[in-house]
């Protein structure tokens, strides 16, 4: 099996600053794209930002100049830098991937378990 793991998040002052990362493990072969998501109670999920596996990057409109993706291939972990953070930023935060594990032709899309980011004075 493959799983994401999320670590980060929690309660934090408006135009503070936090890193959340998310470690894929189990039988992989290869991992393309790594992203990250947030969702609000009632709201559809979002994309916030993807990376490519050449570290190209791409993010929403919202949090451009704010947020970072990076990724770190040997250890199979996608980041996200998150500075001058602001109230509108609060949402449970969900990594993603696609990836190919050993033995498979194809690719798969995965899910990290959601982690909580709440950005209050």
């Known amino acids: 099996q493959v799983q994401l793991v999320q670590s980060g998040g929690g309660l934090f002052q408006p135009g503070g600053s936090l890193r959340l990362s998310c470690a894929a493990s189990?039988?992989?072969?290869?991992?393309?794209?790594m992203g990250w998501y947030r969702q609000t109670p009632g709201k559809q999920r979002e994309l916030v930002a993807m990376?490519?596996?050449?570290?190209?990057?791409n993010y929403t409109d919202s949090v451009k100049g704010r947020f970072t993706i990076s990724r770190d291939n040997a250890k199979n972990t996608v980041y996200l830098q998150m500075n001058s953070l602001k109230p509108e930023d609060t949402a449970v935060y969900f990594c993603?991937?696609?990836?190919?594990?050993?033995?498979?032709?194809?690719?798969?899309?995965?899910w990290g378990q959601g982690t909580q980011v709440t950005v209050s004075s």
């Open positions: 993603n991937a696609n990836i190919r594990r050993n033995g498979r032709p194809t690719y798969g899309i995965y």
């Open positions: 189990g039988s992989i072969y290869r991992i393309s794209v």
């Open positions: 990376i490519t596996s050449g570290d190209s990057t």
